[in-house]
């Protein structure tokens, strides 16, 4: 096992609704990173947060929104769900050392919009 | 804009044969180049990394990984494959990242291995 938790394990929200996910970093890592991963894809970039900033952000609408805590812990929020956010919600932790880094990967969260 | 792809959707295998899964990358710069499995309902496993050096890369559960610049593959290998070992195995690559991010990974779409007793 990693060290890193997120909450909830499972998810079901209707379109239109709100929802938060929660990361818990390993202990020593100061990098969040979230990932989205369709049914039969691989993960997707959403964004990376590095000392509580916003580091990086692939091609997600500004919907999807996140933040870090100082105890490096991390939530992801969406907005106005869509019925294609369902999906498999990955939070790695990292510590950042450059490029050479490696990413921890938690259990992920499975998001269902009906 | 760098890039990963996995040609093959799924592998099959006979336990104790050796395996190999393929992947091969597109970057800008120099490579750095990883390796997970996910098994069934759960997260990414980290299994071995590329970053420089040696072009045989060792990682976790008798899993190796050889980097070939010429034909910018890095195909996963072990020499002699279990029935635990069946699951999605997913190449990814360190991108460029957004508004200056070197942070994020860029996977393919992975492969399912399956090994058969």
């Known amino acids: ?114 | 804009a760098q890039s990963v792809a996995q040609p093959e959707d799924q592998v099959n295998v006979a336990e104790g044969n050796p395996l190999t899964v393929k992947c091969t990358y597109s970057v800008s710069g120099n490579p750095y180049l990883f390796w997970y499995v996910q098994y069934p309902n759960r997260g990414l496993q980290f299994l071995l990394k590329y970053i420089t050096g040696d072009n045989l890369v060792k990682g976790s559960y008798g899993f190796e990984a050889e980097f070939n610049k010429s034909q910018t593959s890095f195909h996963l290998k072990k020499p002699s494959a279990l029935v635990s070992d069946s699951a999605l195995y997913f190449c990814a690559v360190r991108g460029g990242g957004g508004g200056g991010s070197q942070g994020n990974l860029i996977f393919g779409k992975g492969t399912k291995l399956s090994v058969k007793p």
Request: hydrophobic share 25%; proline share 5%.
């Open chain 1, 1 to 114: 096992e990693t060290g890193v938790t997120q909450s909830p394990t499972h998810l079901i929200k209707t379109r239109g609704q709100q929802v938060t996910l929660r990361c818990s970093s390993q202990s020593g890592h100061n990098t969040v990173s979230w990932y989205q991963q369709a049914l039969g894809q691989g993960p997707q970039f959403i964004f990376q947060y590095y000392r509580e900033e916003e580091n990086g952000r692939g091609n997600f609408p500004p919907r999807f929104s996140g933040l870090q805590f100082p105890n490096y812990s991390s939530e992801l929020n969406v907005n106005a769900l869509e019925l294609d956010d369902s999906a498999l919600y990955l939070c790695a932790s990292s510590l950042r050392s450059g490029t050479t880094d490696t990413q921890y990967f938690g259990p992920g969260t499975r998001l269902t919009v009906l």
